[in-house]
């Protein structure tokens, strides 16, 4: 008898033999009488592997290994999630520094800008004077005499008595208009309206005329304001006072120039 004979002895026990190996080996068990006592040790085992449900055998071993990979997959996120607090925290300690450098920078930059008042006539830094207004000058203006902030330019209208004077100052962010108003009379609202170069216009200040107005007998003091534009000095071709009705502006009141 071979060797590969006795290993038959399982194989046809389970059943896997085809029929050709299974007639061989029935021939062979007829005179060993080995074969025959280990058939019969095997029947038993062989009746036990039937019991066995293969499908959920080879779940349950889908499970195991499913539940190792889900293991491994939750073990990677919770380090992966560490990490990912530990640089929120390094993110927020980096957020705490610069904030409090800004603070700092605010309070240093607050305490100048809260710095009491130089007075008139004090010379601004360059830093100061492209992100400020020059003041008006203190005690009021006659007009064509006291000096505005930048360019100067002066305008009367005969017709209707109102004289204005204008200064035009250039920013980094654009244009300041200081201007006064004298010789208009009230209760009416008026309304400053910058003409460009190329024909468009731009109200930049309203207000509201008393019955006393400004400027004429009943209230000798000019009336005196400040408005800013974006649009450059270079692209004003003049200004005008403007009285506003209900329908909008209307009557013109003085240009300047």
């Known amino acids: 008898m071979t060797q590969d004979q006795h290993y038959d002895v399982a194989s046809y026990a389970l059943g896997i033999l085809d029929d050709r190996d299974a007639a061989r080996f029935e021939d062979h068990l007829i005179d060993c009488a080995q074969c025959a006592y280990e058939l019969e040790s095997f029947v038993e085992v062989a009746d036990v592997l039937a019991t066995v449900d293969g499908e959920a055998f080879a779940a349950a071993e889908r499970a195991e290994r499913d539940g190792a990979v889900l293991n491994k997959m939750l073990r990677e996120v919770g380090?992966?999630?560490?990490?990912?607090?530990?640089?929120?925290?390094?993110?927020?300690?980096?957020?705490?520094?610069?904030?409090?450098?800004?603070?700092?920078?605010?309070?240093?930059?607050?305490?100048?800008?809260?710095?009491?008042?130089?007075?008139p006539g004090t010379p601004t830094t360059p830093a100061e004077a492209g992100n400020q207004l020059d003041p008006l000058p203190?005690?009021?203006?006659?007009?064509?005499?006291?000096?505005?902030?930048?360019?100067?330019?002066?305008?009367?209208?005969?017709?209707?008595?109102?004289?204005?004077?204008?200064?035009?100052?250039?920013?980094?962010?654009?244009?300041?208009?200081?201007?006064?108003?004298?010789?208009?009379?009230?209760?009416?609202?008026?309304?400053?309206?910058?003409?460009?170069?190329?024909?468009?216009?731009?109200?930049?200040?309203?207000?509201?005329?008393?019955?006393?107005?400004?400027?004429?007998?009943?209230?000798?003091?000019?009336?005196?304001?400040?408005?800013?534009?974006?649009?450059?000095?270079?692209?004003?071709a003049h200004v005008q006072v403007q009285e506003i009705t209900d329908s909008g502006a209307g009557e013109t009141l003085v240009r300047v120039p």
């Open 79 to 119: 380090v992966e999630r560490q990490r990912a607090n530990s640089r929120r925290l390094y993110s927020l300690a980096a957020a705490v520094v610069v904030f409090a450098m800004l603070s700092i920078g605010a309070l240093f930059a607050g305490g100048q800008w809260l710095a009491p008042d130089s007075g």
């Open 138 to 236: 203190v005690g009021g203006v006659n007009i064509g005499g006291t000096k505005l902030p930048g360019e100067n330019y002066t305008g009367n209208d005969a017709r209707t008595g109102v004289s204005a004077v204008v200064g035009l100052l250039k920013k980094d962010w654009g244009t300041q208009v200081s201007f006064a108003v004298a010789g208009v009379t009230g209760p009416k609202e008026c309304a400053l309206f910058l003409v460009r170069r190329d024909g468009t216009s731009e109200k930049v200040a309203a207000w509201t005329v008393g019955e006393k107005g400004w400027g004429t007998a009943a209230n000798k003091e000019p009336l005196m304001l400040q408005a800013v534009t974006s649009t450059p000095v270079a692209d004003i």
